[in-house]
């Protein structure tokens, strides 16, 4: 077969990385990709949401399937572009049409869906410039700390948690009228804080069956003890400690079957990955968000512990036979760490020459934010390479993780030396 995937990132990578280990694989096109994706595969210089181009190269070069990496394609359509378009609508997209993929595209139907299904999540409501008054009361009628949300896809900076009921108001204000988040934040939705410690559930359906993935957690805060400002991601591990089969089961049968059967319910096409971040509140699961792809970095664990072949999995989703497929999971712990750019997430510089990483034996080197400029490895985002190392228990592949970090380096960088600290 021969696939693109389209993506620049880490959970690319990861995906390319496990793709290419099929003998079912023929050729392999990354749209934009990396440094790490031109290794073991073909880079098209096309963007994501460049869905004429993307045409054109698949029917230029007879790919059979394409697997789309980030939400921003799925959010604007592109697999209604392939079913819409008579060249293309029998080459099978992996990932939800756009009417199911609002709900990462928007929190507050999300939120709408939740609730139909009778799925367990923090109460809320939603608020836009003309209710700004009611919000403020909403605001009132809350305990801090107090969670705003802008409604649509702000690259993961539209949520904001402050202790201060003014300075709650004042951020409230800043995000409806100055729109601070542009259109994504015309509609913001105030939620209730769930205390607790979280982490993430993964589900690959064909719009039939599914099958539930291992689970992650991700550390977001750029500081050590989850300080600072959120970011991508700063490091993952799989599986999460504490969610033992009793907790499982509970997400399984109050979370993952009724998401499923309310997107067929409501008659929402999906054929891909559900990202389901949840909360766990004494021993009860309660649900974040949704995302309709995998999450970065997270995918960096998760998927090198899936021993079955991937290429054989998304041929099963796109032919609705993923019931039939035996998914065989690696019972060790992948644990990843982040290397990321200087100031990173804010004003970082790029262009800057990775060194040592060629050397590293011990893990996998997923490239995230990375280019070839003369012949070398440069930093090209803020978020660089995530090394991902396996282990009996998550501390085994960290501390085997942060060793190969040692013989890595570029001008600026850095990393949290505490992931996992809360387990």
């Known amino acids: ?24 694989l023929t050729n392999l096109y990354i749209a934009p990709g990396n440094a790490g994706t031109a290794k073991i595969g073909t880079n098209l ?16 070069k007879n790919m059979d399937m394409v697997i789309v990496g980030p939400e921003d394609p799925l959010v604007n359509g592109i697999h209604d572009f392939f079913l819409n378009d008579s060249e293309l609508k029998d080459i099978p997209v992996i ?37 700004l008054e009611a919000g403020y009361a909403f605001l ?22 402050l202790n201060d009921l003014q300075a709650a108001k004042d951020e409230l204000k800043t995000m409806l009228v100055d729109a601070k988040f542009g259109a994504a934040s015309t509609t913001v939705v105030i939620e209730e804080f769930l205390s607790g410690i979280e982490l993430s559930v993964f589900v690959l359906t064909d719009g039939k069956g599914y099958k539930v993935l291992p689970t992650a957690k991700d550390y977001k805060r750029i500081g050590e003890g989850d300080t600072g400002l959120n970011t991508g991601g700063m490091g993952a591990i799989s599986p999460v ?37 949840l909360i766990k509140i004494g021993d009860d699961p309660y649900v974040i968000e949704y995302n309709v792809r995998m999450g970065d970095p997270e995918t960096e664990v998760v998927i090198p512990r899936i021993k079955t072949d991937l290429v054989e999995v998304f041929q099963a989703v796109a032919d609705q036979t993923l019931d039939a497929i035996d998914l065989e999971i690696d019972e060790r712990t992948a644990s990843t760490v982040m290397l990321v750019s200087g100031g990173y ?30 012949g070398k490895v440069v930093t090209n985002g803020g978020r660089v390479m995530a090394i991902t190392s396996y282990g009996n228990t998550f501390k085994d592949a960290l ?25």
Request: hydrophobic content about 40%; overall charge negative.
């Open 1 to 24: 077969m021969d696939i693109l995937i389209l993506g620049s990132g880490g959970r690319e990578h990861a995906i390319a990385w496990k793709l290419a280990q099929s003998p079912k």
């Open 45 to 60: 210089a096309i963007g994501v949401n460049d869905f004429d181009k993307i045409k054109e190269a698949v029917l230029a």
């Open 95 to 131: 990932g939800p049409q756009k009417a199911a993929a609002t709900l990462e595209g928007s929190k507050e139907f999300a939120k709408e869906f939740l609730l139909r299904h009778n799925i367990p999540t923090a109460a809320y409501q939603s608020f836009t410039s003309e209710t």
């Open 140 to 161: 009132d009628a809350l305990k801090p700390p107090y969670v705003l949300k802008a409604d649509g896809l702000a690259a993961g900076k539209g949520v904001v948690i």
């Open 241 to 277: 400690p504490f969610a033992d089969k009793a907790f499982m089961d509970k997400i399984h049968e109050r979370v993952v079957k009724p998401t499923v059967e309310g997107l067929k319910k409501d008659d929402l096409p999906y054929k891909g990955f559900i990202f389901i971040g």
């Open 345 to 374: 997430p804010e004003a970082y510089e790029k262009g800057k020459e990775i060194m040592g990483f060629e050397n590293i034996e011990d893990s996998i080197v997923f490239h995230a934010g990375t280019d070839l400029k003369d």
């Open 399 to 423: 501390q085997t993780s942060y060793r190969s970090i040692d013989k890595i380096c570029f001008e600026k960088m850095n990393f949290r030396k505490d992931i996992g600290f809360d387990l």
